[in-house]
């Protein structure tokens, strides 16, 4: 079966730290670039971070550059979100994504459940 599973979130105060993490089982992940992508009440899902599948490139939603670092570790299927300066708009359900194109121009993709990240006094 094909499963990312996200985990770490929960509750934190404002100005707190908070790791997400990703595994991958089923598939390949080495050969997929690798996102996070957030939602909150009302509000489309938006990205959050990404990474290619090497992880030589990274990339982030302005609203989360020098706060939120994306990460992986290819050798065991992982893919890590580090969360610092947390603020209350930060709350959201966290989701990972994992995405590829075939040499035919096949794309694959997969969802994880997500996680929920409350940022609260």
């Known amino acids: 079966q094909v499963q990312l599973v996200e985990s770490g979130g929960g509750l934190v105060q404002p100005g707190g730290s908070l790791r997400l993490s990703c595994a991958a089982s089923?598939?390949?992940?080495?050969?997929?670039?690798m996102s996070w992508y957030r939602q909150a009440p009302g509000r489309e899902r938006e990205l959050v971070a990404r990474?290619?599948?090497?992880?030589?490139?990274?990339n982030y939603a302005d609203s989360m550059k020098g706060r939120f670092t994306i990460s992986r570790d290819n050798a065991k299927n992982m893919v890590y979100l580090q969360m610092n300066s947390l603020k209350p708009d930060d709350t959201a359900v966290y989701y990972c994504?994992?995405?590829?194109?075939?040499?035919?121009?096949?794309?694959?993709?997969?969802w994880g459940q997500g996680t929920q990240v409350t940022v609260s006094s």
């Open positions: 994504k994992a995405d590829t194109v075939s040499n035919r121009g096949l794309r694959t993709y997969y």
């Open positions: 089923g598939f390949t992940s080495s050969t997929y670039a």
């Open positions: 990474i290619t599948s090497a992880g030589g490139l990274t």
